[in-house]
C-alpha cells in the first residue's frame, strides 16, 4: 500500500498528496525498464524533485531492482552535504531487497570525498570499503581503491591512506595513475597541514618529518619506475608534477634540482643545468621528436625501456620548471627552459606561466629580460600585476647601470598597454627604483668625484619625477574628479582607499624631492622648474588630510596630520612616511636596495 510504503521510509511520515498523485501518474507512464527509471528518477532530481523521486524508488521498489534510481537519490544528497542522509538511504536500499551494484559504492566513495566533514569521511569510507572487501557477491576494484584513497587524502590521513593502499593487488585493485598521484597529493598535503598547525611540535621536527615525507616519496616513486619500464603502469603529467612537488619540499637545494632529473627521466627534457657544465652537450633544438610534441600530442617512446612511452609536456610542466628554477638558486634556468618548451615544444603558456616567469626573472634580477616578456604577452593577459613585478625587478636589479632605462620602458609599456590608468603601485615603484639605483654614483664619489655623483644621482630622482608627473595627473583626476561617488558605502569605501592609493604616491614624490632640495643635489636654479609641481603636489595633500577625520573617525589623530609647506617640507613629510607600508616608506631598506643619504657619505649606508 502506498501508505505502508510512506511510513517505512526515513523521509516520509505521510507523503503529500500532491506529491502520491504526481508519482502515480509518473508510474502510468513508466514501465519496467530499470534503465528508464533510473533516467526519470535523475532528471526529477535535476530539477530538486527529490520528494518525487524518492517516493517513486520506492514503490518500483517491491517488483523491480532499480539500483541505478537509488544510486542517484544518494548522489543527490552527498552533493547537498547531506551525509547521514545519504547513508541512511543506503542502508534503507538494502532494506528493500535491492542489491547495490559497483557504481553504488563508487558513488558514495566519491561523495564523500567532496564532504565537508573530512574526518567522518573518512571513517564511513573505511567502514564501508571493508564491508566491500567482505562481500561475496561483488569486489572492490582499482576504482573504489582510489575513491577511498581520495578521501583520505582530502582529510589529510595518511596513516589510513597508506592502510588502504596496502589492499591493492595484482589483479582487480592493481595501483593505476591516479592511485600513485593520489598518494602523493595526500602525502603532500598532510605535511604541509602539519608543518604550519602542529604548534605543539616544535618547528624543526615537522621540518624533519616533511623530510622523511619526502624519502618516503622516493621510495614510492622507485616502484613506479619499475612498474612505468615494465610496461605495467603508464604514467602521466599529473603524476609526474605530484612527485616534483614532493621533491619540492626538501630542505636542501640538491633535493630541489632533483625536479629537473626527473623530468628528464620522464618527459625526455634534458637538465638544461648539467647540459650548461658538458662541453659535449647535445643541443636540445635537434630533437625533431619532440618537436611541436605538445601540439601533436604523440609521445615519444622510451629509447632505453621499449615497453615505456614519455610524458607528454604541457603547461603544468613548464609552470613546474619555473617554479623549480626560482625555488632551487638557479632562475637564470628558467629562460632556457621557457625557451625550449615554448619554442621548440610548441607549449602556449598561459597566464600562470607568464606570472612564473615573470617571477623567476625577478628572483635573478633580470630586469632587461622582463622588459622583453612584458612587451610579448598577449593582450589578455594584461593586467597591473605584471607591470608591478616587472618593476619590481628593476628594484632588484639596482647595481645594473642600465636598470632606469628598463623602467623607463616597463612604464611606456604600462601607458601603452594598460588602460584607463596605470596601476599607482608600480608607479611607485617605478619611483623607488630611481632611488634606490646609486650603485655607479657611489662608486664615482668613492673614487673622489663626490659632488658629481650627487649631482647626477638627483637629477636622475628629478627625471624620474617629472615622468611621473604626467602620470600623477591622470590618476588624480580619475579618482578624485572623473569617478562618480558610489551610491553604495561598498562602493565609496573602494574609491575612497584608491583615492589614498593616489595620495600615498603624492607624499613619496614630495618627499623624494625635499630629499633632492635638503641634501643640496642639485642647485636652486635647477630644481625651480620642479617647485610649482611641488607645491601643486603639497596643496593636494592638505585637501585630502584636511576631512580625513570625517572619512575615518576612528583614525587616531598624530602629529602626522600636521601642515607642511616649503619651509618645513621635509621633516612634515618624513613624519607622514612613517605611517606609510614598509614598500612605500623611501628610506625603507629591503635586501640590497636602500635610499643613499648623500650627507653622510662615507659612514654606513644605515
Known sequence: MPGDVCNASIYYDGADRLVQRA???????????????????????????????????????????????????????????????ALKLFNEMKKRGQFPNMWTYTVIFRGLAKSEHPRTAV????????????????????????????????????????????????STRSPDVFTYTTILNGLRKHHLDDLKGREDIPRQQRLANLQQAVDRSRG??????????????????????????????????????????????TMNIPNLTKMARQSDREDPYQDHE??????????KRAVQHASASYVVPSRNTLAL????????????????????????????????????????????????RAVSAVALLPAEYVEPRVFSIAMETCVRDNINENVMENANSVLNLMVERLSPVPDLLT????????????????????????????REYGIQIITALERLWQHYKTVHYHYFKASPMSGTAKGRAILYNDQREVIALARLMFSAFNKVRDEQMMDQQELHRFKHI????????????????????????????????????????????????AKENINHRAGADFVWDTTKFGKSKN
Open 534 to 581: 611641488g607645491a601643486k603636489i603639497n596643496r593636494e595633500i592638505q585637501a585630502f588630510y584636511s576631512n580625513r577625520e570625517e572619512l575615518e573617525p576612528k583614525l587616531r589623530r598624530s602629529s602626522n596630520h600636521a601642515q607642511f609647506d616649503s619651509g618645513h617640507g621635509h621633516t612634515a613629510i618624513s613624519n607622514m612616511c612613517q605611517d606609510l607600508p
Open 427 to 454: 608607479l611607485r615603484l617605478y619611483l623607488r627604483v630611481a632611488l634606490v639605483s646609486h650603485f655607479q654614483f657611489r662608486g664615482r664619489a668613492t673614487h673622489g668625484d663626490a659632488a658629481a655623483a650627487k
Open 23 to 85: 508519482v502515480r501518474k509518473q508510474l502510468d507512464g513508466l514501465d519496467d525498464d530499470p534503465w528508464k527509471i533510473g533516467q526519470h528518477v535523475e532528471n526529477q532530481l535535476a530539477r530538486d524533485l527529490f520528494d518525487e523521486a524518492l517516493l517513486l524508488t520506492q514503490k518500483v521498489s517491491k517488483d523491480v531492482q532499480v539500483a541505478v534510481a537509488w544510486n542517484h537519490l544518494i548522489g543527490y544528497q552527498l552533493e547537498k552535504q547531506q551525509l547521514r542522509r
Open 220 to 265: 614510492l616513486w622507485t616502484e613506479v619506475m619499475e612498474r612505468w619500464k615494465q610496461g605495467r603502469l603508464t604514467i602521466d603529467e599529473k603524476l609526474v608534477c605530484a612527485m616534483a612537488r614532493m621533491l619540492l619540499l626538501a630542505q636542501k637545494r640538491e633535493g630541489k634540482l632533483e625536479v629537473l632529473d626527473l623530468v628528464q627521466q
Open 123 to 170: 571513517t564511513e569510507a573505511i567502514k564501508h570499503y571493508n564491508l566491500l572487501m567482505a562481500d561475496k557477491r561483488i569486489q572492490p576494484n582499482t576504482v573504489h581503491l582510489n575513491a577511498v584513497l581520495n578521501v583520505c587524502a582530502k582529510a589529510g590521513d595518511v596513516d589510513s591512506m597508506f592502510l588502504i593502499a596496502d589492499t591493492a593487488n595484482e
Open 321 to 368: 620548471l619555473l617554479t623549480t628554477a626560482s625555488v632551487s638558486g638557479t632562475p637564470a634556468v628558467a629562460i632556457k627552459y621557457w625557451n625550449l618548451l615554448v619554442r621548440h615544444y610548441g607549449i602556449v603558456p598561459d597566464f600562470d606561466n607568464w606570472l612564473r616567469l615573470l617571477g623567476a626573472l625577478k628572483v635573478a634580477k633580470a630586469s632587461n
Open 290 to 299: 619532440m618537436h611541436d610534441i605538445a601540439v601533436t600530442g604523440t609521445p
